[in-house]
């Protein structure tokens, strides 16, 4: 049940999260980090992540906390050029917005004109999951990001 819940707290933390460009957070002793804090109740999620200034390299974790235990956890990293970065938050907010958990990122598949957006998801349970999300450039194929992610549960 408390997986369950759990669940239920990170796409509700999501839906208002990265993908909706919600107010960030710095985190002190962090530089180069930002957060995304969201509290529900008895939840918290703290969506953390850094890009350096130096390339296009990034990398995230997300936890969630019940009664201040930390009992779940996903890593993320990879790098996004800048052009794909808001057709990526689209993406992500597309599952979030339908209540789809695909390794915490986005759809399976998801197109503009532009873009194209693939999660390959190697292991798909919110208790443990990992894969590969990636966007190309529809025309040539050309990547314009990746993230690879990996978590579970901690209970």
Known sequence: MLIQEARDCFIRAMQLGWASKPQKISIPGMPGYKA????DGKFYLLDL???TKDSAKSTGTTTIWHDDNPIWIMHYGGFYKEEAIGFLQRALAEAYITNRFIGGRGPSLFEDDQF???NTSVTNDFSRFRGREDVLKKQSSEVMGYHEYWGMSLV
């Not at 995304?36 to 509290?39: G, M, N």
């Open 116 to 118: 194209r957006y693939e």
């Open 36 to 39: 995304i804090p969201f509290r």
């Open 49 to 51: 992540y850094s890009k």
